[in-house]
């Protein structure tokens, strides 16, 4: 089973999460976040998926969140404003994203990735 891994190649956090789908053996495409951010529908299945509110997929340590004042705007912001966000600049995105096919995994950490089926 191939997995897709949305990622931003810098980021050291990523970089984790591909080590860690490396070693275990992991087949999975990488997307680049900044090239090639999902699409809003994309975003809001991974969403859902995910179990998690929205907020959790918002990079609130980057430069797009706090310049954006996405703090602002997300306490009255529609689920469909926060998607169109995130689907407008990829670097607004919390990373790294896995997508199982059945799980979705925002961010790294380690024993999740490795309580992989």
Not at 39 to 54: E, F, H, I, K, N
Not at 73 to 95: Q, S, V, Y
Not at 103 to 116: I, K, M, P, Q, S
Request: proline share 4%; charged share 25%; aromatic share 10%.
């Amino acid at each position: 089973m191939s997995y897709t891994l949305y990622q931003y190649p810098a980021c050291s956090t990523c970089r984790k999460a591909v080590k860690s789908l490396e070693a275990q053996g992991r087949s999975f495409t990488s997307i680049h976040l900044k090239e090639s951010p999902p699409d809003v529908a994309t975003l809001r299945d991974l969403w859902q998926r995910s179990g998690l509110p929205l907020r959790k997929f918002f990079n609130t340590s980057g430069q797009s969140y706090r310049g954006g004042n996405w703090k602002e705007l997300l306490k009255n912001a529609t689920e469909d404003e926060a998607l169109a966000g995130l689907a407008a600049d990829g670097m607004l995105i919390k990373r790294p994203i896995l997508d199982t096919g059945t799980t979705v995994l925002v961010g790294f950490r380690e024993d999740d990735y490795g309580a992989l089926s």
